[in-house]
């Protein structure tokens, strides 16, 4: 079964500041999305990583991809007050290159940026 | 616009009584999915469609049941049998299983007293 972890769940932090949010998950994947939720909202889509040492940016973010480490950091520069949400990874299993067709979802970080 | 919608946005009954949420795509998508997120929790998936007339359990499909008679629709009922229905319904789509992200819709928020 895969299993997705991120770290941390509650994150609060500083306006201008950096930091990083971990996604690890057990099993073989070259696939990994991140998305934003907004409190009461859906998720909209942030990232989709799709091969080994992926890096996208958009602003201050930045997501990256290690599939050996089966490992994706999403990385937050300076942060801002409009950062504030709750960040989810989402990993494709998939096996020789099939996927089986859904996206597991990690737990979520509760971001929180004081001024 | 192409887009996922549902409906609808709120939505109250009592025990006892099933309820149909509506999830429709304009996206051209085959695959579908049903969420369940609770309040400061992550998702869960309730069912999911790859394809037109077939659908696969998810991680919690008790007390749930779907259909994919077409393409563009993917209803979700809620029947008496799920024992904590009270929750944030998220439907999804892709273009192909495994293929791209998922898009999902603005969400029904269903209220069970």
């Known amino acids: 079964e895969l299993k997705v972890e991120q770290n941390p769940l509650f994150l609060s932090m500083q306006e201008g500041k950096n930091y990083t949010i971990y996604c690890n998950y057990s099993?073989?994947?070259?696939?990994l999305y991140w998305y934003r939720q907004d409190p009461g909202k859906s998720l909209e889509s942030l990232f989709v990583l799709l091969s080994n040492g992926a890096v996208k940016q958009e602003g201050r973010l930045m997501a990256s991809l290690d599939t050996k480490a089966r490992l994706s950091t999403l990385h937050i520069t300076a942060a801002v007050h409009d950062l504030s949400a709750t960040y989810f990874c989402a990993v494709d299993m998939n096996a020789g290159g099939t996927s089986y067709g859904k996206l597991t979802f990690g737990q979520g970080t509760i971001l929180t940026v004081h001024p | 616009d192409g887009g996922i919608t549902q409906s609808p946005k709120y939505l109250f009954r009592k025990e006892g009584q099933n309820v149909t949420l509506s999830c429709e795509q304009n996206?051209?998508?085959?695959?579908m999915y049903w969420y369940r997120q609770d309040p400061g929790q992550g998702l869960r998936l309730i069912y999911y469609s790859q394809i037109v007339n077939d659908f696969q359990k998810g991680d919690i499909a008790e007390g749930y049941s779907v259909s994919r008679e077409k393409k563009e629709s993917f209803p979700l009922t809620v029947t008496s049998a799920q024992k904590n229905p009270t929750a944030f319904y998220l439907c999804a789509s892709r273009w192909r299983p495994g293929v791209g992200e998922q898009y999902f819709g603005p969400g029904t928020r269903l209220t069970v007293t």
């Open positions: 996206l051209n998508h085959d695959a």
């Open positions: 099993t073989t994947s070259d696939r």
